[in-house]
């Protein structure tokens, strides 16, 4: 994981509580599969599997999670998602990913019966595109960023697992190789 600050280890896929950090179910990602190809629809499965046994909770996840059919799968699980968009995604309303002539800190919708899509314009040459099955207006924050409300509460969300991956940092499962640690000498 070339973009991680540890050079090695393990990756897992956690589903965990927003407020609490708890991890709530666990799935260590074992590589390739058996057949040597890679797996398709990873993180439909991943999500699906990690969600298993909720009902009538919210998914918060970055853009690696992204498909129609696993939102429709959620949402047959009384699951509503939040979640950001590439924006090279072809389903993505044109009106949405333009930036020339937007106003720093603006906002623009798009809605269908069961997905609220924005876009916001925090700074030149930036656009942040997130999807929600969870919220249905447009709210936006009437503080100074005017930040949309389903920006705030995925930021709000994401921090259960930027806490636990704190706190898992803080202890580390390293050993020490070629000896014990203890002193060569006996200590009087």
């Given at each position: 994981m070339p973009s991680k600050p540890a050079k090695y280890g393990i990756k897992i896929w956690v589903a965990c509580d927003a407020q609490s950090s708890y991890a709530w179910k666990m799935q260590v990602h074992t590589?390739?599969?058996?057949?040597?190809?890679?797996?398709?629809?990873q993180g439909m499965r991943?999500?699906?599997?990690?969600?298993?046994?909720?009902?009538?909770?919210?998914?918060?996840?970055?853009n690696f999670f992204i498909s129609y059919e696993l939102r429709q799968q959620l949402l047959k699980k009384k699951i509503t998602m939040v979640r950001?968009?590439?924006?090279?995604?072809?389903?993505?309303?044109?009106?949405?990913?333009?930036?020339r002539g937007r106003e720093a800190f603006s906002s623009k919708?798009?809605?269908?019966?069961?997905?609220?899509?924005?876009?916001?314009f925090p700074k030149r040459n930036k656009n942040v595109v997130l999807l929600?099955?969870?919220?249905k207006t447009a709210e936006i924050s009437d503080r100074e960023y005017r930040k949309p409300a389903i920006i705030l509460d995925y930021y709000h969300n994401k921090r259960g697992v930027?806490?636990?991956?704190?706190?898992?940092?803080?202890?580390?499962?390293?050993?020490?190789?070629?000896?014990?640690?203890?002193?060569?000498?006996?200590?009087?």
């Open positions: 590589g390739k599969l058996t057949s040597g190809g890679p797996e398709e629809n991943v999500v699906l599997d990690v969600t298993d046994g909720l009902r009538g909770h919210n998914v918060t996840c970055d950001t968009v590439r924006k090279n995604k072809p389903e993505l309303p044109p009106a949405l990913l333009a930036t919708f798009a809605f269908t019966p069961t997905t609220t899509l924005v876009s916001y929600s099955t969870l919220h930027d806490n636990l991956d704190k706190v898992i940092g803080t202890y580390s499962c390293r050993r020490m190789t070629g000896n014990t640690g203890l002193p060569d000498q006996p200590l009087p």
